[in-house]
């Protein structure tokens, strides 16, 4: 800018807006980075999902394993099936076993569902937070493009306020030459 501007124009300012606005948007690149990556994260998770539904199900059943709580509800079926079975003269016949095998069975197959159950609404959980993250992202990109709008507007606004402080000083010169 010259030194006519300077003193007629007005575009620092504006220029100094369109400045700022471009700082701030800046901010929002760590959102916007973070949502792009949990997007993607999100968007893998999903192929996969439709690509093979009970992938992530095997997975997790994989390391099931019955808890001390577990074993021990499991030891009292077995001790109390023994003892009717003991009372009613069946100890260690074919149905006895068949009964307390089929029992513990269940018990194991309930056991491992709730494990599988509650680590599916764990994964659910985390694929949540990577959409959510996403959005966040993508919203941190719709406002930090506003503000880039913003700050190229007052670019605009800033040579519009130059120009008219120029031309006004040329019709303020022009006004001087009418008196002379």
Same mark, same amino acid.
């Given at each position: 800018?010259?030194?006519?501007?300077?003193?007629?124009?007005?575009?620092?300012?504006?220029?100094?807006?369109?400045?700022?606005?471009?700082?701030?948007?800046?901010?929002? #690149?760590?959102?916007?980075?973070?949502?792009?990556?949990?997007?993607?994260?999100?968007?893998?998770?999903?192929?996969?999902?439709?690509? #093979?539904?009970?992938?992530?199900?095997?997975?997790?059943?994989?390391?099931?394993?019955?808890?001390?709580?577990?074993?021990?509800?499991?030891?009292?079926?077995?001790?109390?099936?023994?003892?009717?079975?003991?009372?009613?003269?069946?100890?260690?016949?074919?149905?006895?076993?068949?009964?307390?095998?089929?029992?513990?069975?269940?018990?194991?197959?309930?056991?491992?569902?709730?494990?599988? #159950?509650?680590?599916? +609404?764990?994964?659910?959980?985390?694929?949540?937070?990577?959409?959510?993250?996403?959005?966040?992202?993508?919203?941190?990109?719709?406002?930090?493009? +506003?503000?880039?709008?913003?700050?190229?507007?007052?670019?605009?606004?800033?040579?519009?306020?130059?120009?008219?402080?120029?031309?006004?000083?040329?019709?303020?010169?022009?006004?001087?030459?009418?008196?002379?």
């Amino acid at each position: 800018m010259s030194w006519l501007s300077d003193i007629f124009g007005g575009g620092d300012a504006y220029d100094d807006y369109a400045h700022n606005m471009e700082n701030r948007a800046n901010t929002f #690149n760590p959102w916007i980075k973070n949502g792009l990556n949990n997007l993607q994260g999100f968007n893998q998770a999903n192929d996969a999902n439709f690509n #093979n539904p009970t992938a992530e199900q095997n997975k997790i059943a994989q390391g099931f394993y019955p808890s001390a709580y577990e074993q021990q509800l499991m030891k009292g079926v077995q001790g109390q099936m023994n003892a009717n079975a003991a009372n009613t003269g069946m100890l260690g016949s074919q149905s006895a076993n068949l009964n307390l095998g089929n029992q513990l069975t269940n018990m194991m197959g309930r056991f491992q569902q709730n494990y599988v #159950n509650q680590g599916m +609404s764990q994964y659910n959980r985390a694929l949540m937070n990577k959409y959510l993250m996403s959005n966040q992202g993508l919203n941190a990109l719709g406002n930090q493009n +506003s503000m880039y709008q913003e700050g190229e507007l007052g670019k605009v606004q800033g040579a519009k306020a130059d120009q008219q402080g120029i031309s006004n000083l040329l019709a303020l010169a022009g006004m001087a030459a009418m008196f002379l």
